[in-house]
């Protein structure tokens, strides 16, 4: 491992492992190309990385355009495994990733409570039900809120935390590097990496669920500044009026478009207390109250969509999180609102969507912890 960190010092070794790991199994040839190296640059900076067990030669053979066909490079999936930690204000989901972020295993643990102590206490078992400690090569967590550097969370509303040194904290527990990231930052370097992103040069991220959560990819770069944990676009208004958000704002994404959001409108119009999957399944099955909710939240995201693909020229949405099975139910009074919204030259606008559950968020932390730990660079 002490070998894989001093490489990762080193830019261009830096950048072929990435365009390995991204588009791999790749040729030697067009991995150059790719880099802008010669052959000879480019065996050089792979000889450690094979020799790390980082990298390793394909099986397969490709003609080469003068002399033997050589073997393309890809990642060695099993050189390390990582964990990965979705934190909620109730739970931490993990999982087991290998280097290429396929989930090998999974664990969940409720919170016994939102002290610090409680919570990195829960986090270590959640680590050691995948493992002994030293079968992992670092620990990735995302969470809810804002992360300051040297991965301090400076603020984890669903936790009530400020200040927290939680990278530290963990490190002292499983002698593990450990990164810290935000929840929405982290999907996404898990979709530019592994997912519905993989080769896009740009493409935005939307989640719903207890929040509203927005993640940006341009030029091949995740934007994350210091603000993309206070999710900002939870305050982007879709109504002139309408039900307020916790802060006051009335009728923007958080005060419409949020699980409990739906929930209440649903209790508002009948009376009723049901789940949002419930209040989904009704409006599927074509209940009038459920029904006329869901499409105007429908429509509400198309706008939502459309405005981020307008501002951002990005032309691919990627639609995730727990409370993104409203793309599927409302998807006719989105696609109408997307339409509504754009310029009709403009290019057609992709929506892809991704899986919902916890699993996937930790993913996205441990995907962190890859890019970090064996890679070090934040993009």
Do not use: W, Y
């Given at each position: 491992m002490e070998a894989v960190r001093s490489?990762?010092?080193?830019?261009?070794?830096?950048?072929?492992?990435?365009?390995?790991?991204?588009?791999?199994?790749?040729s030697r040839a067009d991995l150059a190309a790719r880099l802008g190296l010669s052959i000879a640059s480019l065996t050089r900076l792979s000889k450690p990385l094979l020799d790390a067990g980082v990298l390793r030669e394909s099986e397969e053979h490709v003609a080469a355009p003068i002399g033997?066909?050589?073997?393309?490079?890809?990642?060695?999936?099993?050189?390390?495994?990582?964990?990965?930690?979705?934190?909620?204000?109730?739970?931490?989901?993990?999982?087991?990733?290998?280097?290429?972020?396929?989930?090998?295993?999974?664990?969940?643990?409720?919170?016994?409570?939102?002290?610090?102590?409680?919570?990195?206490?829960?986090?270590?078992?959640?680590?050691?039900?995948?493992?002994?400690?030293?079968?992992?090569?670092?620990?990735?967590?995302?969470?809810?809120?804002?992360?300051?550097s040297g991965a301090r969370v400076v603020r984890a509303p669903f936790l009530g935390w400020r200040d927290v040194p939680?990278?530290?904290?963990?490190?002292?527990?499983?002698?593990?590097?450990?990164?810290?990231?935000?929840?929405?930052?982290?999907l996404t370097i898990a979709e530019q990496w592994f997912g519905a992103g993989r080769g896009e040069k740009d493409f935005a991220v939307l989640t719903i669920g207890v929040g509203v959560g927005y993640g940006l990819v341009i030029n091949d770069s995740v934007i994350a500044p210091p603000d993309a944990g206070l999710g900002l676009v939870g305050h982007y208004p879709l109504e002139a009026s309408?039900?307020?958000?916790?802060?006051?704002?009335?009728?923007?994404?958080?005060?419409?478009?949020?699980?409990?959001?739906?929930?209440?409108?649903?209790?508002?119009?009948?009376?009723?207390?049901?789940t949002y999957e419930d209040i989904l399944g009704l409006a599927a099955e074509g209940h009038p109250a459920a029904c006329g909710i869901v499409e105007a939240a429908g429509w509400r995201l198309g706008l939502l969509v459309s405005a981020v693909a307008n501002l951002t020229m990005v032309d691919l949405v990627i639609l995730s999180g727990?409370?993104?099975?409203l793309a599927e139910v409302a998807a006719a009074p989105l696609q109408d609102s997307v339409a509504y919204h754009r310029d009709p030259e403009a290019a057609p606008l992709r929506l892809r969507r991704q899986p919902t559950d916890f699993a996937q968020w930790a993913r996205g932390a441990a995907a962190v912890a890859i890019q970090r730990t064996i890679l070090g660079t934040l993009g």
């Open positions: 490489l990762a010092l080193h830019s261009p070794a830096r950048a072929l492992a990435r365009e390995v790991l991204v588009r791999g199994p790749i033997r066909p050589t073997r393309p490079l890809e990642i060695s999936p099993d050189a390390h495994r990582f964990v990965g930690i979705k934190l909620t204000g109730h739970s931490a989901a993990a999982v087991a990733t290998n280097l290429k972020s396929d989930v090998i295993d999974t664990s969940e643990r409720v919170l016994p409570g939102q002290g610090v102590d409680d919570v990195v206490g829960t986090i270590v078992e959640a680590i050691t039900d995948l493992g002994p400690l030293d079968a992992f090569s670092g620990v990735g967590i995302s969470i809810g809120g804002k992360v300051g939680l990278a530290d904290l963990l490190h002292q527990r499983t002698g593990l590097p450990v990164v810290v990231e935000n929840d929405v930052v982290a309408g039900l307020e958000c916790p802060d006051g704002h009335e009728g923007c994404a958080s005060a419409v478009l949020t699980i409990p959001a739906i929930c209440s409108q649903f209790t508002a119009a009948t009376g009723e207390k049901r727990e409370g993104m099975d």
